[in-house]
């Protein structure tokens, strides 16, 4: 038997195994479940009613976030992708504070902190409905304080090829 094709194809199946939780089952599937299936978790919050909130991060070339809600009991309440345009629409300028974006869309990816202009910017690489080409989600913080003064979508630039369309 070839070894390498084995070995090819037991990594792609593990890799594929649990990239959106599919078969987990809210209320019946565990936390050890979620974690078994979804990997090492990305980031973990308190949830609201005691719940533990658990982000499963598929960035940045997955585009999602996962977010697995664990009841005190430890069994699945919910998993649930969050980086939707909706979402991003829940997100006000000059009034939602970086810690309340990290528990609606999860930890970001690439985070970084501008000095010149005294701003955080957090990059959610993510899917939107009506683009062809992948987009990402900026949202900038103030700093200090860490308030959103500025958010918007732009072409993720590794899917950007020169005279193609970026809508449908």
């Known amino acids: 038997m070839n070894w390498i094709a084995l070995f090819a194809a037991a990594a792609l199946a593990a890799g594929c195994a649990g990239f959106d939780g599919r078969g987990l089952v809210a209320g019946k599937s565990t936390f050890a479940e979620v974690d ?54 829940r997100i006000k300028l000059d009034a939602t504070r970086s810690e309340e974006v990290r528990d609606l869309l999860g930890p970001p990816w690439n985070p970084m902190k501008m000095p010149l202009k005294d701003e955080l910017i957090w990059t959610y690489p993510m899917r939107v409905p009506g683009y062809l080409r992948e987009q ?21 630039p590794k899917t950007l090829q020169p005279d193609t369309p970026t809508r449908e």
């Open 36 to 89: 078994a299936l979804m990997g090492p978790a990305a980031d973990k919050r308190p949830g609201t009613g005691g719940e533990t909130v658990y982000y499963y991060s598929r960035l940045p070339h997955g585009y999602a976030m996962y977010a697995a809600r664990i009841a005190p009991d430890g069994t699945l309440v919910a998993l649930e992708q969050r980086l939707t345009e909706e979402n991003t629409k």
């Open 136 to 156: 990402w989600f900026l949202v900038h913080f103030s700093l200090p304080g860490e308030v959103a003064v500025q958010k918007y979508f732009l072409d993720d």
